[in-house]
């Protein structure tokens, strides 16, 4: 019972205050302290993400499940940047810093980890970003053949929306200008790059307006329903 | 020759092309660029190739989806050796972030909030290198932070470039004066949140671990009503739509944002509701950035890159809908 009755009331309770505390000058601040309660949970989320990431790979690679390999570069790459992170691994000309072991610079115990010459920002600068930089890239590729494939003329609706994109798509590159210069300044609309401006400043305007309504309305709604204790999902139970 | 043996070739090319152009970087080779009639000759034959694919699907033949990859390699690449200049109107919504920054007085307090990664630097970088320069020259102070965890390194990345330019060199800019970097923290919008009271309950230290109050610049900034304008690169969430929501609305920041261009569409109703000052979309808001600010570099450069690739997209859309028409509007294409 006090298994299912502690948070619905824990909840209830907190909700209710921080909506409260908006209309009462006293407590307005209130917020601002709970945010606080994020980060110790944010703390605990860390840990239990890396743990749960260590117990799947290593389960994979204990059952020799399909692709353990990559397990293995996971594993690997975890508990290098963890160790270099946690040990604040250095070396500035030459010179090794692992002041943690007793190595080195006993002071650069108290500089930062992303410090230059840090292991960790060397990682960062020189396997991170461009590996991120390629996976990203290769988005080029795929939106490229993914359009040629499927970006369809099927039916009216299909239609406008490949114009719409074609107007975007050379609106924002200065081929767009190019093409429709010729087009006399007191029909200046029909400039591809005006067009690009309208369709983003109207139809898309209208559109994201309307989503960001639904959106709050949405949260309003589903607030009320955790606050009112008629959504329990996160409770486990699979209905409200 | 199987598949293994194309991935294997393909992979050695790209390694050798990597080692080749890391030589280059090791023994400080100049970037070959082409002349500006070559670079027409190339553009030309890049369209002329695209009308042979068109006229080829026209008479049956299907493409397949690496010689798309090959296109979009060329277009991509190529244009960066090209010397073609080309005219950009700037927009009013970068201009509004421009004109932001030119009403502000000497030493005001400017917050730059980098919530982005390397995946998002090739758009929101040249953004953050114009504006950084630009505050610098109008002897702005910059206050950087991000709730994105490799936000504040692009940040320092951006301020090892510009520092080095003569023009900067020359102000003997100094850290902790000038210029701070309060680097990430974690917490998403409750960050920005807690900031609305106290800067120092979030960032107790910099980037580099110095206290919060050894540090002059932000010394006496406890909280937003010390801000004289925010601009925030943004490429996700959190980001500039809970800056707006939190910061804006809240605190009453005046705040300019940058985005990439997949997410600027989702900002435009702040824009035209007056809570943003300006918005500076994807690598053409980069380069309109850098043109207003008189300041031509790598978001004009990378334009060229983007306006072929985008005309091959095109290209390829329209013959991907010319080999739909004559396949009888039956089927997507496969390969």
């Known amino acids: ?240 | 020759m199987t598949t293994r043996t194309k991935e294997l070739i393909a992979v050695a090319a790209i390694l050798v092309f990597a080692l080749i152009f890391y030589i280059g970087r090791v023994s400080g080779w100049q970037a070959t660029e082409f002349s500006t009639g070559t670079s027409i000759v190339v553009v030309v034959l890049l369209l002329a190739s695209l009308l042979w694919m068109l006229a080829l699907t026209i008479r049956g033949r299907l493409i397949g989806r690496r010689v798309v990859f090959l296109y979009v390699g060329v277009a991509v690449a190529m244009p960066l050796f090209m010397k073609l200049s080309q005219e950009m109107p700037v927009s009013l919504a970068v201009l509004g972030v421009y004109d932001a920054v030119m009403e502000l007085q000497p030493g005001s307090k400017v917050l730059i909030a980098c919530d982005y990664d390397p995946p998002t630097a090739p758009e929101l970088q040249p953004m953050a290198e114009t504006f950084i320069r630009l505050c610098f020259q109008r002897d702005l102070k910059i206050i950087i932070m991000g709730i994105w965890p490799q936000g504040p390194q692009q940040a320092n990345l951006a301020l090892e470039k510009i520092l080095a330019e003569p023009e900067i060199a020359a102000k003997n800019l100094e850290y902790g004066i000038d210029y701070v970097n309060l680097g990430f923290q974690a917490g998403n919008e409750f960050v920005i949140q807690r900031m609305g009271g106290s800067f120092k309950s979030m960032f107790r230290t910099d980037y580099g671990g110095i206290p919060y109050d050894d540090l002059p610049l932000v010394r006496n900034v406890r909280n937003f009503s010390n801000i004289d304008y925010c601009f925030n690169l943004s490429s996700g969430f959190p980001g500039t739509v809970e800056w707006v929501q939190i910061a804006v609305d809240r605190y009453g920041v005046k705040l300019g944002a940058g985005n990439t261009a997949v997410q600027a569409p989702t900002v435009y109703p702040y824009l035209s509701a007056g809570q943003l000052t300006g918005l500076l979309g994807g690598m053409s808001g980069a380069a309109e950035f850098e043109i207003a600010a008189d300041a031509r570099g790598k978001g004009t450069k990378y334009m060229l890159s983007q306006s072929v690739s985008h005309i091959v997209v095109i290209a390829f859309v329209i013959i991907g809908n010319v080999a739909f028409i004559m396949s009888g509007r039956r089927s997507a294409l496969k390969g």
Do not use: C
């Open chain 1, 1 to 240: 019972m006090f298994k299912r009755r502690i948070p619905l009331f824990i909840l209830a309770f907190v909700g209710t205050l921080l909506i409260v505390s908006v209309f009462i000058p006293p407590m307005e601040n209130l917020g601002e302290d709970f945010t606080l309660f994020f980060d110790i949970i944010a703390v605990f989320a860390f840990f239990l993400g890396g743990g749960n990431l260590v117990r799947i790979h290593f389960g994979k690679l204990r059952r020799r499940k399909k692709d353990w390999g990559f397990s293995i570069v996971t594993l690997v790459a975890f508990f290098f940047m963890l160790t270099i992170g946690l040990l604040k691994v250095s070396s500035v000309g030459g010179v090794w810093n692992i002041p943690l072991l007793g190595i080195g610079d006993p002071a650069a115990i108290a500089a930062s980890p992303t410090t230059e010459g840090s292991w960790f920002q060397e990682t960062f600068n020189y396997v991170i970003n461009p590996l991120q930089s390629t996976m990203y890239a290769l988005l080029a590729f795929f939106v490229a053949s993914a359009s040629y494939r499927a970006f369809r003329a099927k039916n009216r609706e299909a239609t406008l929306l490949l114009l719409a994109a074609f107007i975007i798509l050379l609106g924002r590159t200065p081929f767009g200008m190019e093409l429709t210069r010729w087009v006399p300044e007191s029909f200046s609309v029909l400039q591809i790059p005006n067009m690009a401006i309208w369709i983003m400043n109207s139809p898309n305007l209208a559109g994201q307006r309307a989503i960001l309504i639904g959106i709050g309305l949405g949260v309003v709604s589903m607030s009320l329903r955790l606050i009112l204790g008629i959504e329990r999902s996160y409770l486990g139970e699979d209905r409200g």
